[in-house]
């Protein structure tokens, strides 16, 4: 710790991994403790440390050079890239969208796509992609000045995180600590429903939350003085605390957006992959049109987003960088996709997910004034303490045995396991969760 | 084409390669077709296609590991981690530069350094990074106003590239092309220095541009409104037409930087890892104090920052994200290492760029009113055509004849071999382009 604190930010690291050594669900520490992950890189381990297939395809000449020769995909991809977005991005794209659009990591994903909205709004305004730019625009742009560097805006929503850099953190607002000191576009968050559970009893108060939730939304893109180009929503915010919302919710904010011509982009970054039982967690809403954009990373190991042929800009080289993603990225999410058909973990996550919340149920029936709001939806579950000191008190109990997890919010414990995470497993989760509730109250 | 263009942008495309059969300068096209290769993925192939010293290392366990086992580095690092900072990444650090922040790509190094001045500048101005932030700054961040998300500004110069994100885009003023349309930060930039050539006949000219430019620099931070935490500038500038400056403009630029508190940050995504013939561009200037931030990706493959412990922000967490680059990508960075140092290639850079400037000089004594300013350093070489559409031409006749090209700005060429470009491969792209240039003037 002493010697990486003498190189890089060391005050962050919870313990240092022999990776060679890990297996599975299964974490093993440089002390050689061996610990059940169900946090697993800040949910971005997807089919389990050192697995066999995964070893097996990276030995394999097509990855070696993928790896080692890397492109810049724009101008010049492998002979392969075509039927790679064909076989792989597509064979696991979100239904009705049609084109990908590859990056390197989750915020220059969602950023990215706010460059598209950005490109298409001002684009629907001069009449189309084929309407050429004004000289006024291509000079005040180069000031940093409007027309040319409009005052638009992207909506997002209290408690939301979708990244850390300047666009991406003027959308974020879980924590003030991720956003203080750091200048940002005046652009405007609506409040997120504040559900009851359960939510059988609550279904007239949620409604009528959700109601005035989206009331808002609709009052902000009236009235912002940075005219709404985009909203960007989780599907369950992840960083805030968990927060869910019913497909209701996400039903009335598509159809809005897409009354307006605002480009509504699902930031499924954390949620993608398979986690909620779904491979897209906005596959259980029932969308009256698909999203205009779908933005993803983590668990699928590569980034990007999803859209169709409307958000490419009117020309080439408008929205660019040098790698554009990461072949061997793709390759990766080749096999990943694989696994998860072939050992059937989407069915996995779902009888896990039974299995688990079921038995924080039962915990916070017996624990009332510890455990409190179990929530979730597949694998992708959490639950509150009523501080925040005895939810650093519990992560680090779990830790001593041999729990690795970490929180949410301010009062929340999220579980991130991965998609290999099976009852077994979640059965020793939840036998230490007890020992160490028992320990709280005792 | 077709086929790409139906799942993604293609229009930008050059051509589709066949890396597993490219080797060294020689890219390999679909049709079977051998291409001298000098652009080299927009400058960030550093050692050739398919290195066997870099086969050898990706089919290694520690290869294998790293790369499908991809850690959170903020959290969990690899046990090898601290040893990888020391022994690859100082290894090749900036003299004076003892911490490294890692990240995914040249924007987001970019971007991660301006927050990392922005929190330096905040915490200056608190007194001290023990100083408490205050509840108003804490709750005005949370909706994007100031005190709390605070009005500065990081200066750049007329014609740089910085990257694409929404602050480096702000910094970037290549092309209106990348920048219209995208909301942008009201940030300052200096008019940067025009040089006459050659150099030694113009030294008072040049000297007086230089301080007219410096002395701007100066004006903006006494005077913009948004007052100036950062300087971001690249040691030549690169897309914007490998526009170069002396060393005592960035010796002044540092002075006062130095002086006012502000951070210097030099770009060397492009420039770094020997393209001009020592590792880092900046160690030709013999600065007196080293830079605050040192940025890098392309050729390094390993994408991040080198800085000081002052760039630290007060607390963990505050300038963080998921990833926080890629271990298998600081493993590759040691092959690279390892070969430039093996196989002499800063020392080949020196020979094969004085050879390859010397032909082009000779080219432009034969054809004056074609070839114009040859420039550069070490390989890192650019030379003008009259016009945009007769640069176009020559790239496109170029490539016809067997060389993969491209440019910058609105009439240059640049070129951007690997670093194992050798004279016997200038003498092919200088027989090429005499050839090309003959057919211009016929």
Known sequence: MQQMAERQEARTTHLFADYKKSRGNYLVDADGNTLLDVFCQISSMPIGYNHPKLIEAARSDEWVSALINRPALGIA??????????????????????????????SCANE???????????????????????????????????????????????GSFHGRLFASLSCTRSKALHKVDIPAFPWPAAPWPKLKYPLSEYTGENRAEEDRCIARVEELMDTWSHPVAGVIVEPIQAEGGDNA????????????????????????????????????????????????IVTFSKKL???????NIDMRPSQGYRNFNTWLGDPVRALQLRTIRDVIKSERLLENVNITGDYLMHGLQQLSNRFPSLLLHPRGQGTFIAFDLPSSIQRDALIHSMRQRGIQSSGCGSVSIRLRPMLIFQPKHATIYLEELEETLKEMTA
Chains 1, 2 share one sequence.
């Not at 305004?125 to 291509?138: A, F, Q, Y």
């Not at 190991?301 to 859209?307: K, L, R």
Request: hydrophobic share 35%; with cysteine.
């Open 77 to 106: 991809p492998d002979v392969s890239w075509p039927s790679i977005l064909n076989e792989v991005f597509m064979s696991v794209a979100p239904k009705g969208l049609q084109q990908v659009t590859t990056l390197m990591c989750g």
């Open 112 to 158: 990215v796509a706010f460059k598209a909205a950005f490109m298409r709004y001002q684009s629907q305004r001069r009449g189309g992609t084929d309407v050429t730019i004004s000289p006024e625009d291509l000079d005040s742009c180069m000031h940093n000045q409007p027309p040319g560097s409009p005052q638009l805006s992207i909506l997002s929503f209290e």
């Open 245 to 292: 919302a019913t497909p209701y919710f996400f039903q009335r904010l598509r159809d809005i957006t897409q009354k307006r011509g605002v480009t509504f982009i699902v930031d499924e970054v954390q949620t993608g992959g398979g986690p909620t039982g779904k491979f897209w967690t906005h596959e259980h809403w029932n969308l009256s049109s698909p999203p205009d």
């Open 301 to 307: 190991q590569a980034a990007g987003f999803y859209h």
